[in-house]
C-alpha cells in the first residue's frame, strides 16, 4: 500500500499539541496535511514531574523537553481515530512503548498497539524508535532492536508504516547499518529526527536547571537543532537514493519559518514536521508556514514542491 497523499506535507511532529482529544481535533482544523498522535503506549501514562517542558530556551533557539511519554493510552486512540477522520486528512498514529505494570515484551507492545490503530482506520503508522525521554538510549541505537520491533510489525501490519529516527551525526558507522537494515525491512518513510538528546539549559537568576526529570537533562528541539535535521533529512535522502531504494525521507527538526521548510526539501525531505515552533505558535502556524513555502518556489520558478525535492547543490 502506497503512503497517504500529504498535502500540504507539511504537518505537526508528534508530541506538542497532540495529546489530547481537544488538541487532535484543532490539528484536524488546521491547514496541517495530516494529523499526527502523540506517542501511544499500551497503558495510559501521567508522564515525568513537572517542570518537564521548557518551551523557549536561551535566545529563543529551541525547547527541551522530558514529557516522559505522557498519553492517553493506544485504546483511547484507538475510539478517537473515527472522528478525526472527519477532518477529511490521513490520521498517522505514532506508537511508542514504555514499561507499564506487565511484562509483555517490547515489540508485543508495539504489536498490539500497530493492531489496534490499523483495525480503528489509521491511514499511518509512525513507529517511533526515538524515543530519549526514558532512558536516554533510543531503540534505534541498537539495530537488532530495529529489526526486533520492525519485523513483527512488518509481518502483521497491512497499513503503511514510517519509523521515527534519532540523530546518527556522531555515529555514522551505526547510521549505515541502521539505514541498510530499514531498507531490507522496507520501511515506507523515514521521519528524521527525534529531538536531539540529552540537552541541559540553566535559569541563571535562579541557578536552577530548567527541567526536574532525568537529572534536567531532555531532548533538544527548534531552531538550533534545524542544521542538524538538515544533516540527517539529507544522508538518508542519498543513502537511499544511491541504492535505488524508494524510501520517502519526512524532515522533522527546526523548522519555524518556511525558509527552514524550503531547507528540508531541498536536503531531500518530501514532507517536513513542526514540533516546537507549533508550541509557540499554535495551529495556525501550518497556514503560515505553507503560504510562505508557496510564495518562495513561485518567486524562484517552480510550480510544485516535488521539484525541489534533494535538489540541494554542492558548494
Ligand atoms: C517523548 C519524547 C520524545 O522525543 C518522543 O519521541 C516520545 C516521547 C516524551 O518524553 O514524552
Not at 493506544?74 to 511508542?96: C, D, F, T
Request: some cysteine.
Amino acid at each position: 500500500m502506497g503512503i497517504p497523499k500529504i498535502h500540504p506535507p507539511i504537518t505537526n511532529a508528534s508530541g506538542p499539541l497532540s495529546v489530547t482529544e481537544e488538541e487532535l481535533h484543532a490539528l484536524g482544523r488546521s491547514g496541517a496535511g495530516a494529523v499526527v498522535t502523540k506517542s501511544m503506549t499500551h497503558c495510559p501514562r501521567e508522564g515525568n514531574p513537572e517542570p518537564r517542558l521548557a518551551p523557549r530556551i536561551n535566545h529563543d533557539v529551541g525547547s527541551i523537553n522530558s514529557m516522559g511519554l505522557n498519553n492517553l493510552g493506544y485504546k483511547r486512540y484507538a475510539e478517537l481515530v473515527p472522528a478525526l477522520k472527519q477532518h477529511g486528512k490521513p490520521v498517522i498514529a505514532s506508537v511508542s512503548y514504555a514499561p507499564c505494570g506487565h511484562d509483555l515484551p517490547l515489540e508485543e507492545q508495539y504489536l498490539v498497539i500497530a493492531q489496534a490503530l490499523e483495525e480503528a482506520g489509521a491511514d499511518m503508522l509512525e513507529i517511533n524508535l526515538s524515543t530519549p525521554n526514558l532512558t536516554g538510549i533510543p531503540i534505534a541505537t541498537d539495530p537488532e532492536n530495529v529489526r526486533r520491533v520492525m519485523e513483527p510489525l512488518k509481518r502483521a501490519i497491512r497499513i503503511p508504516m514510517s519509523v521515527k529516527m534519532p540523530p546518527y551525526n556522531n555515529s555514522l558507522a551505526l547510521f549505515e547499518e541502521v539505514a541498510s537494515l530499514l531498507v531490507e525491512l522496507e520501511v515506507d518513510a523515514v521521519v528524521t529526527m527525534n529531538s536531539e538528546p540529552n540537552a541541559l539549559d540553566i535559569d541563571l537568576k535562579t541557578r536552577t536547571k530548567l527541567i526536574r526529570p532525568r537529572g534536567g537533562y531532555g531532548g533538544l528541539g527548534g531552531p538550533a537543532i534545524l542544521p542538524i535535521a538538515l544533516g540527517e533529512v539529507h544522508r538518508f535522502y542519498r543513502y537511499f537514493r544511491d541504492r535505488g531504494a524508494e524510501i520517502p525521507v519526512w524532515g522533522c527538526g527546526g523548522i519555524a519559518t518556511p525558509e527552514d521548510a524550503v531547507k528540508h526539501f531541498l536536503a531531500g525531505a518530501s514532507a517536513v514536521q513542526v514540533g516546537t515552533a507549533l508550541l509557540w505558535e499554535g495551529p495556525g502556524i501550518f497556514e503560515r508556514l505553507w503560504g510562505g513555502v508557496e510564495r518562495w518556489l513561485r518567486e524562484h520558478g517552480f510550480s510544485s514542491v516535488e521539484e525541489i525535492i534533494g535538489t540541494v547543490r554542492d558548494a
